[in-house]
């Protein structure tokens, strides 16, 4: 039986039942999206994407300055940096 927390269980590990090294990975970077976007994995009332989806969306369409939390945009970090640590966390 899959046991976790909805939006931070890989994907993987979900449609085999089976964890390994890569789920906590991934549980990581979706920690790291929520850093930089300032929302929970599964915000409905912001998005009605996952926040992996939304952010890997984002980073496409080449705007991730537009999922930014706005305590960290206060800051104005470097774009290309930060889309670095976007692109790490997917």
Known sequence: MVKGTAGYLDPEYFSTNYPCAKSDVYS????????????????????????VDWIRTALEQGDIEANLDPNLRAFRPNQDALGKVAEVAL
Do not use: H, R
């Open 28 to 51: 990581f970077g979706v920690v790291l999206l929520e850093l930089i976007a300032g929302q929970l994995p599964f915000d409905k009332t912001i998005t009605k994407q996952a926040l």
